[in-house]
């Protein structure tokens, strides 16, 4: 916008320049002419004089001032110039001072040719701004005015030549520019359409990846229910069946049964937990995993604290419900494993994506030895890099024996109803 402003505004400044000075010194040139009636100069009839000057005004304006656009068509252009070079030769005839007025012929070459032809359009008029710096056309009569006459043109063609290169060569660079501002504007809205599309198949990705996600939730709870509750509950009916059959050791098989119960109980506890956690029901991120933070610190009696960077906002629930698992499991292992005196949490929101990184200053390990789940309910390293995967996630892990362990967990940042 503002490049188109500057442009419109050079246009008026050029359209009054070429106005007032056409204008202008067509009448002052009119004026000097009768000024200088009486100085041994030719003078012509004031009415012819005075009618020359008219026309030419009444040329100009029709063809320039009333209709600026026939700049663009070469053709009229052509015309216009060729009536002017008649009518300035007629000027000069009359007078030598309209010298002053064709030597606005310059701007309507610049204003109305294009390139090469500019230097073909300069040549007449240099020709009658010559003829009219010896003293007009009648001095051609008198002996050597022609070699005065050759330098003076000489002199007029190369000034002009100089001119005319000066503004071609402008308005190359001008238009070189206006060129790279419309390949930059056509680059940006190629990457502005690439981008869009980006966030779009972004957006999709992640839908499949939430469908398979769901799917594979799906499938572990089937294989929780099938593996641990139906078991459970065969190992129960069992028990009670041989409570019946074996009166003497009913006590023995009702314990074993009262057993198996309550650990079904928590195998069932833990599985609805696996869900959307409550925290995330009635608070946002940050909160949520203060709290939990909170709750495991006073647990454990580690100290604990949970810094967050950037603007949070509200993510898709699959990926803030992924995020507090992480911390939840990451804490988990670090009670279990790590015998930390220390922990640090860092929430990091940024433009694209969302970081949780879980430090410690704890026993550490070796990162190339896997850890997996076990009875007490944690799902391990690999299942949670699985759990990341399925929100197009990564976890990176830095740990050495001894030296404390950095968990980094980085997943999209796909805020509800589109791309943050």
Request: glycine share 10%; proline share 4%; with cysteine.
């Amino acid at each position: 916008m503002l490049d188109a402003e500057a442009e419109e505004g050079s246009q008026a400044v050029r359209e009054w320049w070429i106005t007032w000075l056409t204008y202008g010194t067509l009448a002052g040139s009119f004026v000097l002419a009768l000024a200088t009636r009486d100085s041994g100069l030719p003078a012509r009839p004031i009415p012819l004089v005075l009618l020359l000057t008219v026309v030419t005004a009444a040329w100009i304006g029709w063809w320039i001032t009333l209709h600026p656009q026939w700049e663009k068509r070469l053709g009229h252009m052509l015309v216009f110039l060729a009536g002017l070079y008649v009518l300035n030769v007629a000027l000069v005839w009359c007078s030598p001072f309209y010298g002053v007025f064709t030597w606005t012929g310059y701007l309507f070459v610049a204003y109305a040719l294009p390139g090469r032809w500019r230097l073909a359009g300069a040549v007449p008029v240099a020709a009658v701004a010559a003829a009219s710096q010896i003293g007009g056309v009648q001095n051609f009569a008198e002996d050597g005015v022609w070699l005065i006459y050759g330098a003076v043109l000489g002199c007029n063609v190369l000034i002009a030549t100089v001119m005319l290169q000066v503004e071609t060569r402008t308005e190359q660079n001008h238009a070189r520019r206006e060129q790279m501002l419309d390949e930059l504007a056509e680059a940006n809205a190629k990457l502005e359409t690439a981008m869009r599309e980006n966030a779009g198949l972004h957006a999709q990705l992640l839908v499949q990846a939430r469908e398979a996600g769901v799917l594979d939730e799906r499938q572990r709870m089937a294989g929780e229910i099938h593996d641990v509750l139906a078991q459970g509950l065969t190992g129960i009916v069992t028990q009670l069946e041989a409570a019946e059959g074996h009166p003497g050791e009913r006590d023995r098989h009702l314990a074993a049964a009262k057993r198996l119960a309550r650990e079904s109980l928590t195998e069932a506890r833990r599985s609805v937990q696996a869900l959307r956690p409550q925290q995330l029901d009635s608070a946002a991120l940050p909160e949520a995993l203060g709290e939990i933070v909170e709750i495991w610190a006073e647990r454990t009696g580690v100290k604990a604290e949970l810094v967050t960077t950037g603007m949070p906002r509200r993510l898709l629930p699959e990926i803030e419900t992924t995020l507090l698992r992480t911390a939840q499991e990451g804490l988990a292992n670090v009670a279990r494993h790590a015998g930390a005196h220390r922990v640090g949490l860092t929430l990091s929101y940024m433009e694209d994506v969302v970081t949780l990184d879980v430090r410690d200053d704890g026993a550490g390990f070796d990162p190339a030895q896997s850890r997996t789940g076990g009875a007490d309910g944690g799902f391990g390293l690999q299942g949670m890099r699985e759990r990341l995967a399925r929100i197009a996630g990564t976890m990176e892990i830095e740990s050495e024996p001894g030296g404390g362990t950095a968990l980094s967990a980085c997943v999209p940042a796909v805020a509800v109803g589109g791309i943050a």
